[in-house]
């Protein structure tokens, strides 16, 4: 199955950035406000509730990192071709350069956002710097800028790398690798889900100055998936432990050096082992989640969403959705329980996804652990009011006796 990442196209109005609430960046030689290359704060593809893993939107001190390109060299050179700079991306992407930023930090201010060293859009007899450059032609109005940004940047313990092209002065459209943070060869190893970014990535095209400044659409590039677990049957259920272990995928790569459009993403043979914790009643006074029995007219009790932030929310675990197996190898959920006045019984295994469960990218689902008679029914159901997008819940059940 072909997994689809859709990233959003997208420009909005002119609002000129350099001067945020908390700096002011030194603006170079010459030029209107208007002359200066700008960005909003990016908006993201889907609006969801906020959680401390999954984004609404950015947030002021946030960073994204940019690329952006304009001007091709001449073939076979490493002349730039000012003559061509008008050409779409399409055409010129293979000879460009990215020369107008590379790897370029922007940070969320309090209205817009900023960045060291502005840059100008070109006018004719004057450069990117602002200073005179005869070269650049009398159509510099109508030269064409292509932009690639991912969130979030890090200089220290990056997990996004740039892989081509090596230098500002390399020509080609990029290819990125997201790496996630977790490491680990230990199915034992505890994993925290926290440290996991919401990765997200975003692109411009063809752009021109009369178009103002840039505001990037974000998609998110994970799956977010969270847990519950229900009872539905006629007596207590007390839930001392919930984890997911397995093998994970570690990296996805990002590949616009072909056609210069997204046509090529892979998942590279990296993984870490470990154990998410879902609940644990250790770190809860040993207290488990009780679920009584459900009252007349009521189907089920439940835990809620697990696991649970910091402020007592659920929250959800992000993980790369790849090719089968989809979220990696081996990949269970293991319960302890005690159900009525049965013994406990501890470290259930064998609670995996259905072989129907295709996760997508940028989509949040629930894992419904519902206990029905004596048995565990796993359900994979789309957050239909929290979707990143669209997205499609399995119709496939999975029983355990």
Known sequence: MKKIYRLSFGVCGIVFLILTGCRQETLPISGGQEDYISFKTPVLDVQTDTRSTTKNALEVGDQFGVLGYCVPYLLGTTNLNYNSATSFWGIKYYLCPPSVFYNTPVTIGDDNCFYDSPKMWYREGYGLDGKPNPTVGADAEQYRYTFFAYYPYKETDPVFTLDTPEDASV?????????????????????????????????????????GSLTFTFSHLLTALGFEVNNFSERELKIHRVALKGTFHKQITLDFSKTGSLDNVTFPETTYTGTYILYDEKDHNNEPLSLSVPQEGV?????????????????????????NP???????????????????????????????????????????????????????????????EDGKSDDSDIIFE
Do not use: C
């Not at 020509?171 to 490491?183: D, I, S, V, W």
């Not at 439940?302 to 090719?323: A, F, N, R, W, Y």
């Not at 979220?327 to 995996?352: A, Q």
């Not at 419904?368 to 239909?384: E, R, Y």
């Open 171 to 211: 020509a080609g459209a990029p290819k990125f690798t997201f790496t996630m943070p977790q490491e680990g060869d230990n199915i034992e190893k505890e994993l925290d889900y926290t440290n996991t970014p919401d990765a997200m990535f975003g692109v411009l095209q063809n752009q021109q100055k009369s178009q």
């Open 299 to 323: 189907d089920r009790t439940t835990t809620g969403l697990l696991p649970k932030g910091d402020t007592g929310e659920g929250e959800h675990i992000l993980l790369i959705s790849g090719e």
């Open 326 to 388: 989809y979220l990696g190898t081996n990949v269970r959920v293991y319960i302890d329980y005690t159900f009525g006045d049965d013994p406990k019984v501890t470290d259930r295994e064998g609670i995996g996804s259905p072989m129907t469960f295709h996760p997508t990218p940028g989509t949040k689902y629930t894992a419904q652990l519902n206990f029905v008679g004596n048995a565990f029914v796993l359900q994979f159901i789309v957050d239909k009011n929290e979707m990143w």
